[in-house]
């Protein structure tokens, strides 16, 4: 979650790191962004004298969304630049102290009043990664009230940035790697909050610019935007622009009447030999609103061509106007269709440009760029793949950041370890079985350069090694298991927080630099692990010293039954 703020995040000297560590892009973003229950355990932990006692929790999901078998994981930097600032101020205090029963000792104010993330370690996967489900994404070890502190601002942090991100990763891989990408959504996104976020995880997520100024300028997101149908409804007619004159795209020539050699073009346009019979008198407030928003940005001139009528009026009048311009140096951007049949007319669109590059010679016409935009979700733009279209760039909005075909990715935030000691959560479902004890995960490839497998090791368990054979077990299925022989091994959890100790740290990439891993992390993944109908599942395994404790741990805790 993301929010503007006045004056900027505050910043934290990171000098192991070569640099510093902004804080929170949201002020919301504080100690008190949790849930009561945790302030409710750290004073029992801290009344039973466990507080400081050592902890490892690991941060995962339990099942990729949108039915697919991929997830991308994003959140990750807001999670560190919330550690690193981490502290409680006298309001924060005075409010858990108000909020709190009175019979909480006055001490552990004083207790929460010195807290920080100094005695934390965090290891997570590179942010913009493929992951999977039961792998963690992240490891927290440390104090354990300090670190029950953190999970729900982990989670909330994290939940939604990897839903959204998966979500643009779809809808990029359904459109094709050759179209443009926009994000519209941030006026039905679920407040600004849900709209900042948005617009920084579709990006991350394979996105090339958004229509949101403020996270254009908070986050480096190119930006995109033209008119909308109130600007063109606000004119009625050529007569009401007073300005005519427009200077050539060199600077050379000034064009005196630019409304009038519109019209011309229009005229010219109308007896066309190829274009005979496809309109008639186009509507002249809808031509009006064309060359005024010409006039205003001569070289990025985009218009929405369905006001009134598509192929009768929207798209000649665009065309007398980029015809126009033409004349002048300048070059159209395009035209964008906000509803109707978005196929057809798009096809209809590129007829028409085809016909004015052949009729009048103008290089590169039958190219114009086509925008479709009108509620469009992954199932749409596969609908349009198998029509077939002439759409270069589509704006998704609704459906893309309220994640409307799922609403949340369920990340959980489990204890795996304390003092050393490893901990199970149990569960009569399975699925909700934790993986105990402090782990090492790996990617292992194959011979054709895919990832093959997950696998999770114990922490002093050796690792995996190029060309040797290892046994990877399903963690809770004793017949599912194969032999690997990895052609290449990727270590996935990394130190990106390590609190006041000597331990290097990774280093917080550009928001580019994670988008471009992203990309290519997805375009190494097999494809039947990627298609939208019933793609084959990624395997997540566990080493065979680690499938034994699971199961010795699971044996040892679960309470035994008694007959009568």
Not at 44 to 65: C, I, M, Q, S, T
Not at 231 to 248: A, G, H, N, Q, T
Not at 367 to 376: G, K, V
Not at 393 to 407: E, R
Request: hydrophobic share 40%; net charge negative.
């Amino acid at each position: 979650m993301e929010a503007a703020v006045a004056n900027g995040p505050k910043k934290v000297d990171d000098k192991r790191n070569g640099g510093v560590i902004d804080g929170p892009t949201n002020p919301m973003v504080t100690p008190l962004l949790t849930d009561l229950y945790q302030f409710t355990m750290a004073y029992a932990y801290w009344k039973a004298g466990k507080h400081d006692e050592r902890a490892v929790f690991d941060l995962y999901f339990r099942k990729n969304p949108f039915g697919g078998e991929y997830t991308i994981f994003a959140g990750l930097e807001d999670c560190i630049r919330f550690v690193a600032h981490f502290n409680f101020t006298e309001d924060e205090i005075a409010f858990v102290r108000a909020t709190l029963p009175p019979s909480c000792e006055d001490s552990f104010f004083d207790y929460l009043r010195g807290l920080d993330c100094s005695d934390i370690e965090i290891y997570s996967i590179s942010e913009g990664s493929v992951v999977f489900p039961k792998v963690p994404l992240l490891r927290v070890e440390g104090p354990v009230a300090v670190v029950q502190l953190l999970e729900t601002p982990f989670v909330n942090l994290i939940n939604y940035a990897s839903l959204v991100a998966t979500n643009a990763a779809r809808h990029r891989f359904v459109a094709g790697k050759s179209k443009l990408l926009l994000e519209f959504g941030l006026r039905r996104a679920q407040g600004p909050d849900g709209g900042i976020s948005a617009s920084k995880y579709c990006y991350m997520g394979g996105f090339d610019a958004t229509s949101n100024v403020a996270a254009g300028r908070l986050f480096g997101i190119p930006l995109r935007g033209t008119h909308s149908h109130a600007f063109v409804s606000s004119f009625l007619s050529p007569d009401e622009i007073l300005e005519k004159s427009l200077c050539s795209c060199d600077g050379s020539t000034v064009c005196e009447d630019f409304v009038s050699w519109v019209q011309t073009w229009l005229s010219k346009l109308k007896r066309s030999k190829l274009l005979a019979g496809i309109f008639g008198e186009t509507n002249q407030s809808e031509l009006a609103a064309f060359m005024s928003y010409a006039l205003a940005f001569p070289n990025n001139f985009l218009a929405l061509v369905d006001t009134y009528d598509v192929v009768r009026s929207g798209i000649p009048n665009f065309c007398a106007v980029a015809l126009a311009l033409n004349d002048l140096g300048y070059k159209a951007q395009g035209i964008r269709l906000d509803s109707g049949d978005l196929a057809y007319l798009s096809c209809e669109a590129r007829k028409f440009f085809h016909s004015i590059e052949t009729e009048f010679g103008v290089p590169d016409f039958g190219r114009t760029s086509i925008t479709a935009s009108n509620d469009l979700n992954e199932e749409t733009l596969d609908d349009l793949n198998k029509q077939g279209h002439e759409v270069d760039a589509f704006g998704i909005g609704t459906h893309l950041v309220t994640c409307y075909a799922q609403p949340a990715l369920g990340v959980v935030f489990k204890l795996v370890e304390i003092n050393n000691q490893p901990r199970i959560k149990l569960s009569e479902d399975v699925s909700k079985v934790s993986i105990p004890c402090k782990k090492r995960c790996y990617r292992l490839y194959g011979k054709e350069g895919y990832p093959l497998v997950d696998i999770m090791t114990g922490e002093n368990e050796p690792s995996p090694k190029v060309g040797e054979r290892i046994l990877c077990r399903h963690p809770f299925n004793e017949s599912k298991r194969a032999y690997v022989v990895p052609q290449k091994v990727e270590e996935l959890l990394k130190c990106y927080w390590s609190g006041s100790s000597d331990r290097r740290r990774e280093e917080l990439p550009p928001i580019k630099e994670i988008r471009d891993r992203c990309i290519d992390q997805l375009d190494r993944m097999r494809p039947d692990h990627m298609r939208r109908l019933n793609p084959t599942p990624y395997k997540v395994s566990v080493s065979a010293k680690l499938y034994d404790f699971i199961h010795f741990l699971w044996l040892n805790e679960a309470p035994v039954g008694e007959l009568q």
